[in-house]
């Protein structure tokens, strides 16, 4: 939708027809980043009008990890062990939730650029990839 550090390798990452989960909370929250350009006038308010749809478009691609009392609670424990932000507690536990129902041989790789989020979902035995740092791998 924009370009940043990483959005080559996330591109790549979609073109290969794999299978996406995220947080419902996900959803809000790109659509709250263009909202916030828009508003900051880092985007016109008719592109912000044209991205819209994409992300809708984008989104029913995704496996939506609903916001269950499961999933608070898994996001509750998951906050005091490793002192993540609210949402990227919330993410995290989605994911948690999710592997739980899958079976073994189906494993999810935790996609993020945060630091402390890659650290606590390593910690949580998933596998991460970091777009910003693959990117920059690429380009080596």
Known sequence: YCSEAGTLWIE?????????????????EVVATFSRKQKGKQISTTDFQKVLPTIDADWQNFIQVQLTN????????????????????IHLASAVIL????????????VT???????????????VLNPVVEEANRTL
């Open 12 to 28: 790549d990452l979609f073109a290969q027809n794999l299978i996406f989960a995220c947080a419902t909370l996900g959803l809000i």
């Open 70 to 89: 499961e999933v608070l609670l898994e996001a509750k424990q998951l906050t005091q062990r490793f002192a993540l932000r609210g949402a990227d507690s």
């Open 99 to 110: 592997q739980s129902r899958l079976s073994q041989s189906d494993q999810i790789i935790f």
């Open 113 to 127: 650029a945060d630091r402390e989020l890659e650290i606590a979902a390593q910690s949580s035995a998933f596998g």
